[in-house]
């Protein structure tokens, strides 16, 4: 099993790299509006509040299976995040 300290990593990393890319997109775009890469930023800052506060859980019945439903949480919300990017 994953430890939760490289959860919490791939988390901080993951949603980092999305905020990362608005502020790219932002510089690569000077005459676009920011409401969308905004609005895409508190997103990514809101899902990564919920997942830290679930990782933080600590009576779960297994906690295995509890760690592999937030990755896969993490990776849906990602490239939820991702095509909202590439829609801009």
Known sequence: M???KNL???INYVLGDIIEECY???LLNPKATTKGTEAI???AIVTFDALIEKVHIKNVESKKAHFKSLNLELEKNANKLLEKINKL
């Open 41 to 43: 930023i508190d997103e």
């Open 8 to 10: 919490k990593k791939d």
């Open 24 to 26: 790219a997109w932002e």
């Open 2 to 4: 994953a430890s939760i």
